[in-house]
């Protein structure tokens, strides 16, 4: 369970630079609610105190 939420920070992160630097124009307000995401990914993971 701890490496997916991982997985899934890498990923969303990922998917918000492509977007950022790819497609600025086309994704619009999608690249922040990725950002978003991750970032409570992130947030979710300090908050349950688990390690690597």
Known sequence: MRSLIWLIVVVL?????I????FPEAVG???HILL???VIAIL???ATGRKL
């Open 29 to 31: 307000n999608l690249i």
């Open 36 to 38: 978003v995401l991750a």
């Open 44 to 46: 979710y993971r300090l």
């Open 13 to 17: 992160i990922v998917g918000w630079l």
């Open 19 to 22: 977007g950022f630097i790819g």
